[in-house]
């Protein structure tokens, strides 16, 4: 069977190409993909066309060059055995199973320095999460939650599920989701959040709405301490900045693409010092570079996933050579898919 590679050509237009198994070069291997995981998040975006199409693929991923313009090879969540070594490379590398940051393709070569080893208590489905295991944690690091603080999460897909999770250990008063899809909700509560409500239901229980007393105001039912926006619609940005209190914060970790994002800063935002901050996993915050790194967090990562049963997470998985029926999936079917895998073939 020959390699096959998953490329997006045009909006809503996905294909299954075919070439040659890659020989690795003397300081590389070749692995054979078991499983990779599809981002829900980004990979909407491009096969929607909501990405600008301008901008660099990912200036993190060596194995992403180019821009987010068509055809583009995507992904970044493969697992895989490594099944032949260059003449440079240790033959102990053959056989192990691994993780990299790659486009969802059967066959890939790559250094050993891009490769993580796959824990043997991991399974292999298991370990394609750790991307978004990591930008949980990212999200929870900008976030800085504080012991006893009351927050929200809007948006509960795969990376907002992951994000519950991780701040569900937190000794926090309170930790509520917001998601519209009640099967989702379900999950929510039982990844760690005390409480999760639909949409509409976020004013009832988070009204910061009143005047100000002097610079401060109570806090006891001054909305939330801090909110992130995990759901991709720009929409929830104001009822996410409506739902936190006076002087609280507001982390966007949702990638909007090329869909505006209105805001009504014109009313109670004002005088509320609300303050809003942009997160991403491709960085670190500034002010912790001085004892973090991007492997340090991923340590984190890799330890978290495997205190979570992230698999349930898994709601479909996809052969490879049905890829686009995966993108369909995941763009009509939202209400049932939450984390989709595609499934490799051997040789």
Known sequence: MPARSVTFTAPYEVRVTES??????????????????????TELLIYRGEAPTELKA????????GSLD??????????GTVTAAGDAVDDEWVGRRVF???PHESHFCATPAD??????????????????????????????????ERVVVFGQGLVGLLTTAVLSSFPLAELVTVDGIADRRQLSQEFGADESVAPEEVGDRFDPSGPLEGETR??????????????GNPAALDAAVAATGYDG???????????PATLDLGGRFHRSRIRLQNSQVSTLDPSLRGRWNSDRRLDVAWDRLAELDAERLLSHRVSVDDAERAYELLDSRSATSVGVLFTYGGP
């Open 20 to 41: 040659e198994i890659p020989m690795p070069d003397d300081d590389e291997v070749l692995v054979e993909t078991e499983h990779s995981a599809i981002s829900p998040g």
């Open 58 to 65: 990912d200036e993190a991923i060596a194995a992403l060059d």
């Open 70 to 79: 068509y055809p583009l090879r995507y992904g970044y969540a493969a697992v």
């Open 100 to 102: 990299a940051f790659h």
């Open 115 to 148: 490769l993580h080893p796959v824990p043997d208590d991991c399974s292999a489905a298991a370990a394609t999460l750790l991307p978004n295991v990591e930008t949980a944690v990212n999200f929870a690091m900008d976030g800085r939650p504080m012991v006893g």
């Open 218 to 231: 109570g806090y006891a039912d001054d909305g939330a301490d801090l909110t992130f926006e995990l759901s």
């Open 249 to 259: 914060r507001v982390v966007v970790g949702s990638w909007y693409g090329t869909k």
